[in-house]
């Protein structure tokens, strides 16, 4: 399957998608080294009562925070106030995996009749790089190849860089290189944890739903990677990671949200239709890319909100009486302090 030499992790890449992705990250970074850090900060506003600042980001932000990336997911599990997100998780994936089989035979049903969906996404190769879809069942499921991070990631560098130097836009470059790591080493641990089947392989092997393997040596793991590498989706958790950055950023483009989880169901659906996926691969994937969004995405804002004085301003004052005779008349006197 295409779709296992065009996933783009820190493990397990082919010596070109290194390359390319050293390419970016290091001609990001010594941009960066050209200029002096400062302290300044660059306000944008979100709405009436929200500003969000930016300052400079250094050079090695989008490494040195990865270990804290990946301890998030544990961190957020265990607060209190969050139990009802892992037991979303949790429980919707324990209560489709029964199901996995049916719906997947159902998804493959409808991607043929749709016409293509069902079969494997290819690519035409640019300098020896699978760059291009050649039908739009393959350009869905580019959405959640490290590729199109990377391309985001350099979409928003060069808005930064172009022009009024925009610091939002370069931190939002960084952070979306960090997703690929962040995200990439997390899953792929994961992955050789469960080690469960994917359902290309499972068709093979003739079990519903797949096998679960957990732990595989990693030799086996590298030479038969569709046998373990089902759970969770690291497509999904990458797309939902690289959108959460985005719409966490520009809160204010209301867009990007409904338009973003419109194309990630369509996402899910590319890759159930097409074998690559089962459905309960992917709750899990969208709790760690949305977890660990937030977590890059909210490290490097300043927020300030002004509260709005929207009622009639209650003003205060104290009253004084005295009482007084003058020339056989009773006076009485009042003094109002504000």
Not at 80 to 90: F, G, Q, S, V
Not at 211 to 231: G, I
Request: hydrophobic fraction near 40%; aromatic fraction near 12%.
């Amino acid at each position: 399957m295409n779709y296992i030499r065009t996933q783009f992790y820190p493990i397990g890449m082919t010596k070109k998608y290194v390359s390319l992705l050293l390419f970016l990250v290091f001609s990001n970074v010594f941009s960066q080294v050209k200029d002096s850090i400062n302290n300044t900060v660059q306000q944008f506003k979100i709405d009436e009562n929200t500003t969000y600042g930016f300052t400079k980001p250094t050079t090695w932000d989008m490494f040195r925070y990865i270990p804290r990336d990946i301890a998030s997911i544990g961190t957020f599990a265990v607060q209190k106030e969050n139990l009802k997100w892992d037991a979303l998780a949790l429980g919707s994936t324990l209560a489709i995996m029964p199901y996995d089989q049916k719906i997947m035979n159902d998804a493959n049903k409808l991607g043929a009749d749709i016409g293509g969906w069902d079969k494997d996404s290819r690519y035409k190769r640019v300098l020896g790089l699978e760059m291009f879809p050649t039908s739009v069942s393959s350009g869905v499921y580019y959405l959640g190849n490290g590729n199109t991070t990377l391309l985001l990631s350099g979409m928003f560098y060069a808005i930064g860089k172009i022009g009024k130097v925009d610091y939002r836009a370069i931190n939002t470059s960084n952070e979306l290189i960090e997703v690929l790591f962040s995200v990439g080493v997390s899953t792929q641990t994961i992955k050789r944890i469960t080690g469960r089947q994917s359902p290309v392989a499972a068709i093979k092997s003739g079990v519903d739903g797949g096998e679960w393997n957990p732990f595989p040596s990693f030799t086996a793991y590298q030479k038969t990677t569709p046998n373990y590498d089902a759970m969770p989706s690291g497509h999904m958790a990458t797309y939902i990671a690289t959108l959460t950055v985005i719409a966490t950023n520009y809160p204010e483009i209301k867009w990007i949200k409904p338009v973003g989880y419109s194309l990630g169901t369509l996402l899910a659906f590319n890759m159930v239709s097409g074998r690559v996926h089962w459905t309960s691969d992917y709750p899990i994937a969208v709790f760690m890319g949305y977890v660990m969004g937030k977590t890059i995405a909210n490290r490097r804002i300043i927020k300030k909100e002004t509260a709005l004085n929207t009622g009639t301003k209650k003003t205060t004052f104290k009253t004084n009486y005295s009482f007084n005779r003058l020339n056989n008349m009773n006076l009485i006197g009042a003094t109002i302090t504000f």
